[in-house]
Structure formats: structure tokens, C-alpha cells
T-cell receptor, first 111, second 113 residues
Framework: QKEVEQNSGPLSVPEGAIASLNCTYS??????FFWYRQYSGKSPELIMF????GDKEDGRFTAQLNKASQYVSLLIRDSQPSDSATYLC???????????FGKGTSLLVTP | DVKVTQSSRYLVKRTGEKVFLECVQD?????MFWYRQDPGLGLRLIYF???????EKGDIPEGYSVSREKKERFSLILESASTNQTSMYLC????????????FGNGTRLTVT
């Protein structure tokens, strides 16, 4: 099975800092990349998606994609305590429409 | 807003029972999925469906079956529940297309005793 790898963390950053979350994937045929946020006891919610190499910005969030290195990252600027959650990286499967998920990185933003 | 509704938030069943988990989406999505999520194992795909009456096995289909009689409804069936099926079950739906994100329901936390 194609894999999506993330550091489990926890990643701890002070309030106001930039949080950097990383993800690597093994399937070179993958075309679509998603970041989900999951609060404890809740279901994943989509926060960003990216399809092309480079950066994509949405408010305080920036997704970065490097297909040659098979690497996706999520930057959260001006981190807030409410950003404390587990962040899941997801990659489309080469066949079909399901997504493969990483195990998630736990982010803790300390006041 | 996409709404994916799972019928139960918490469920407690006994070993050997037949268990039905229901999921309904209101966005006319073609695709529906069932994942389970366990600590340390992440989200794993159980079954999925791209059309009514169509179903495909995911990565861990053993001990499960599914039913999709209507486009908006996708049911997960545990034929004979076992303790190792204690988990968080997440239903998701999406439009067709490799760029379509998945939208998740609130999840059903199933405990099998």
C-alpha cells in the first residue's frame, strides 16, 4: 500500500509563532494533496488542498508542494491556542477517489 | 455546506451481534467511503462506493460488508462484531474526480464488549 508519512509529534510552538508540519508520500502518481485538522474526539475537517508545485496561501495557512521530492508541508502563521489539534496529510490514490492518510502530527500551541 | 450524517455518535454492542452503521449525505455526492480510525494506526479504508449498488473493498474489509441502495445512503455492516472492531468509524463522501476532497461525518465510536 502506498504510504503517507508524518512525524507524530507533539510539535509545540509558542503563540504567535509559525508552525511547520511536514508530510512525505510514496506514490509518484499522486496528484492531489489535502490537509485536514482534527480536534480531539471530532472528525477531520478540510483546511487546505494543493495540486500544483509551489505554494498556496489561504489566510494564516500556506500549503507547499514539491512533487519531485514527494513532499508536502503546511505552515500556520501567527499560531493560536485554538490551532492545537492533530493535522492529517492526505493524498489521492492513483486509482479511484479514496484518500490515503498519514497518521497525523499533533500540534500544541502554548500561550 | 456539505452535511454527512452518521446515525449514532456512540454505540455499545456485544460480541457476535450484527451491527449496522448508517451514513447519509445531502450533497448528491457520487462517492461514499467508510474508514476506521485507531490510535497509532491512523485512518484505514474499509469499503467505498462510487455508485448505487456498487461497492469496492478497501484495505481492511475483513469482517465488514456494505450496502448502498440509494445514492445518499451508505451502510456499514459488522456481520458478527468482535472486540477488535472497537474503533471510531468515519463515513465520508465526495464528488467524482481525483481533486475532490472527502467530507466527513461526525463519526461513530463503537465499543464491542
Amino acid at each position: 500500500q502506498k504510504e503517507v508519512e508524518q512525524n507524530s509529534g507533539p510539535l509545540s510552538v509558542p503563540e504567535g509563532a509559525i508552525a511547520s508540519l511536514n508530510c512525505t508520500y510514496s506514490d509518484r502518481g499522486s496528484q492531489s494533496f489535502f490537509w485536514y485538522r482534527q480536534y480531539s474526539g471530532k472528525s477531520p475537517e478540510l483546511i487546505m488542498f494543493i495540486y500544483s508545485n509551489g505554494d498556496k496561501e489561504d489566510g494564516r495557512f500556506t500549503a507547499q508542494l514539491n512533487k519531485a521530492s514527494q513532499y508536502v508541508s503546511l505552515l500556520i502563521r501567527d499560531s493560536q491556542p485554538s490551532d492545537s489539534a492533530t493535522y492529517l496529510c492526505a493524498v489521492n490514490r492513483n486509482s479511484g477517489y479514496a484518500l490515503n492518510f498519514g497518521k497525523g502530527t499533533s500540534l500544541l500551541v502554548t500561550p | 455546506d456539505v452535511k454527512v450524517t452518521q446515525s449514532s455518535r456512540y454505540l455499545v454492542k456485544r460480541t457476535g451481534e450484527k451491527v449496522f452503521l448508517e451514513c447519509v449525505q445531502d450533497m448528491d455526492h457520487e462517492n461514499m467511503f467508510w474508514y476506521r480510525q485507531d490510535p497509532g494506526l491512523g485512518l484505514r479504508l474499509i469499503y467505498f462506493s462510487y455508485d448505487v449498488k456498487m461497492k469496492e473493498k478497501g484495505d481492511i474489509p475483513e469482517g465488514y460488508s456494505v450496502s448502498r441502495e440509494k445514492k445518499e445512503r451508505f451502510s456499514l455492516i459488522l456481520e458478527s462484531a468482535s472486540t477488535n472492531q472497537t474503533s471510531m468509524y468515519l463515513c465520508a463522501s465526495s464528488f467524482t474526480g481525483s481533486r475532490a476532497p472527502l467530507h466527513f461525518g461526525n463519526g461513530t465510536r463503537l465499543t464491542v464488549t
